[in-house]
């Protein structure tokens, strides 16, 4: 499972260039939360010289969190692209693409966030779904 993992992340990092196209700058990192020392948990995000962004929400105690807001920048759905706790790396997690919705509750600084449920001891990155409608169909 670890060579899968690895192989997987690497894969993963190499494909999105939110985490490296500016590692360079402050203008390809932005901090979420990183002030929740009573759930061991951090937020930011990473972007892309076109603006796209990936947030990554860091779980550093075995404690899951339910339903735990995170600021973000647009509102929109987010989804999960890449979890440490899912299932084919030996987590508890189903390998699920279901969105989460932003509403307009102001936190972290931010005017909208998402609520997302925490697993313990785990990594997880979300992108904002984008929606182009082709002549019949819709793509994300």
């Known amino acids: 499972i670890f060579k ?13 260039k939110e985490f490296w196209e500016i590692d360079y700058s402050w203008d390809g990192f932005q901090w ?20 796209e962004e990936i ?5 550093f105690t075995p404690v899951a969190h339910k339903k735990y807001r995170i ?3 647009k509102g929109g759905s987010y989804k999960p692209i890449f979890s440490t706790d899912w299932e084919i790396f030996g987590g508890k997690s189903p390998q699920s693409f279901t969105s989460v919705r932003s509403t307009k ?5 931010y005017d909208n966030s998402i609520s997302v449920d925490i697993p313990p001891t785990s990594v997880t990155y979300y992108k904002k779904v984008t929606r182009t409608k082709t002549k019949n169909q819709t793509q994300i």
């Open 4 to 16: 899968d993992f690895v192989k997987a992340i690497n894969q993963f990092y190499l494909s999105h």
């Open 32 to 51: 979420i939360t990183h002030e929740d020392n009573l759930n061991s948990v951090i937020a930011f995000s990473r972007r892309a010289k076109n603006g």
């Open 55 to 59: 947030i990554a929400v860091c779980n």
């Open 71 to 73: 600021g973000v920048a």
């Open 105 to 109: 509750t102001a936190t972290n600084g």
